[in-house]
């Protein structure tokens, strides 16, 4: 088997197995945290229920929210678009919808939540990069630019899995709390939203790269070195 099959076959392994890891984060988290608010509850500790239509955003967010996060992964399977394209651009649809639901209900949430304005500016630039992204998306796809729409759709759904990556930060700040009785909640829930923010842009980007540009750059590469035989055999034939 030669090395260039090697690499292909390692890296289908890797795209295999974290993409199970994707789909199985996104599954736990939405079963965890979304069917609190469908009656009546939540998980976050001390949640104000005082703030005026502060817990009704909170649900109408985590509803779309939720639904976003589950539909997201099985938008990048290959096999699945090609084989099954009509239900690809409906649930491609009902994702975008979800998202744009669930950043109008985050925008209200955001501009009251009394966890104070390090994590406001988090959230909003959550919530503004999210439309965008969303936005780019899908005017690239409208225009036919299926490379470009898959690029777009890639940096999305890094801001919707937004959502695993703040709770898992805020598991270990929580951890933390235990050993450091001076750090607050509110410092911890701060600090998990600007990491889930910025780490999963360099996450989304790394992958864009190796996924989408490194084997363009490849196939590009190569394409000379295919040629010179055609070329050399053009030229004995004159």
């Known amino acids: 088997m ?12 890797w795209w295999w197995t974290l993409w199970s890891l994707l789909a199985v984060l996104a599954t736990g988290i939405t079963a965890y945290f979304v069917p609190p608010y469908l009656v009546g509850g ?3 500790p001390g949640l104000d229920m005082s703030i005026p239509g502060y817990y009704v955003s909170l649900v109408f967010h985590a509803v779309p929210a939720g639904t976003a996060l589950l539909v997201g992964p099985w938008q990048f399977v290959p096999r699945l678009r090609a084989r099954f394209p009509r239900a690809h651009r409906i649930t491609g649809r009902v994702y975008l919808i979800s998202v744009v639901a669930a950043a109008m209900a985050a925008a209200y949430s955001s501009a009251v939540t009394p966890s104070g304005p390090t994590l406001q500016v988090a959230f909003f630039g959550l919530i503004v990069a999210w439309l965008y992204t969303a936005a780019k998306a899908y005017r690239a796809i409208r225009r036919g630019e299926v490379q470009l729409h898959r690029i777009w759709m890639v940096r999305n759904y890094a801001f919707t899995f937004a959502a695993v990556t703040l709770r898992l930060y805020q598991l270990t700040g929580l951890a933390l709390m235990g ?13 998990s939203a600007w990491l889930s923010l910025l780490g999963n842009v360099l996450v989304a980007e790394y992958f864009i790269v ?6 363009l750059a490849r196939r590009r ?5 295919e040629a010179l035989p055609r070329q050399a055999e053009a030229l004995s034939q004159q």
Do not use: H
Not at 2 to 12: E, G, L
Not at 210 to 215: G, T
């Open 179 to 191: 050993v450091m009785p001076s750090l607050e909640y509110r410092d911890v829930y701060a600090s």
């Open 210 to 215: 190796q996924r989408v540009l490194a084997p």
């Open 221 to 225: 590469s190569a394409e000379p070195d």
């Open 42 to 44: 939540t998980t976050v």
């Open 2 to 13: 030669s090395a260039v099959t090697m690499s292909r076959a390692v890296r289908r392994r």
